[in-house]
């Protein structure tokens, strides 16, 4: 029991030396040494950084934030990486450079509004609530081009040169232009100078006079009389989406009284019914009648496509009685 007592004194004595050999050693190391983060960007080393939670963060809000106004991101491919290093305390740390280095790498991304005239980027506002207010401004003045106004959220490199909404309207408008109806003695259809595009739209159903049949057949995409971020305005006719290509027949006998290219509906049909009733076959990727030329129901012509202010292919359809838009559900679909 004895002999036992001493060998463990003797244990304890050896293991406390060691223990306290150890914590002169650490002690003499953190004197002389520090933990410290050394940097790279791409393999290049570029400095040190004693709290790399704090450098990364200031990183990520530069990313997602940028300096200055309009700013949607920055884009850096080349982010630090950190390794944890015991280096002499005389070390310098230079997260300030390092930080710097880091931001004059990425690309800044600007985010703004364009306004369309059909196809066509006419001017630039600054934000969501200036672009919403050019479109409101217009249909309150009953701009002709109203129909072709869209707006397109841009995230370029480089900012363009921003007006005001007032501004905009005043760039954008205008004035309306009447419809000019010319009778032909040789027949009862009405021939229209112009056809109408104004978003004057009607939710009752009326007596046409005159039978519809099916264009093409498809899926219904988009109803009447309703609102898109697509689009300046309220649906004026029924989008009934189908494969590029596919034929479209004349819903009714009549007058092509339009054939071309028209803002934002693209390649355009418009036919004469009689007693002021017109469809209108919008998008398409050909057409195959001209100004003048009777069609008879069913008879081809044009196909689907996505021209003008189109997310995918599809055939808008109207139906209008003197210029008003009605539901086409109401007589076909």
Known sequence: ???????????????????????????????????????TIDGQEVGYSENKSKLQSRINEYMKNGEGENVAFVQIDNLPKYKLCLLKRN???????????????????????????????????SNFQDAEAVVEGLKQKDSYNVST??????????LKDFVSAEEAISKLYIQPIRTVTVSKTNTKSVYSGNVSTARNISSKKIELGVALARPISGRI??????????????????DIAAPKGTSIGAAASGTVVFAGRKGAYGNMIAIAHGNGVQTYYAHCSAINVSVGQKVSQGQKIG???STGNATGPHLHLEVRVNGVAYNPQNYVY
Do not use: C, Q
């Open 1 to 39: 029991m004895k002999k036992m007592l001493i060998h463990l004194r003797t244990s304890v004595k050896f293991i406390v030396l060691v223990l306290i050999g150890a914590f002169l050693i650490i002690g003499a190391v953190s004197f002389v040494y520090k933990p410290i983060y050394s940097v």
């Open 91 to 125: 070390i310098t740390t230079n997260d300030e450079e390092i930080f710097n280095i880091v931001k004059n790498s990425g690309v800044t991304y600007y985010k703004y509004y364009a306004i369309l005239d059909g196809e066509e980027e006419k001017v630039y506002v």
């Open 149 to 158: 106004i869209s707006v397109s959220e841009k995230y370029e490199t480089e």
């Open 221 to 238: 995409s988009s109803r009447f009389a309703t609102n898109s971020s697509v689009r300046a305005g309220t649906h004026t006719g029924l």
């Open 303 to 305: 196909a689907v496509g």
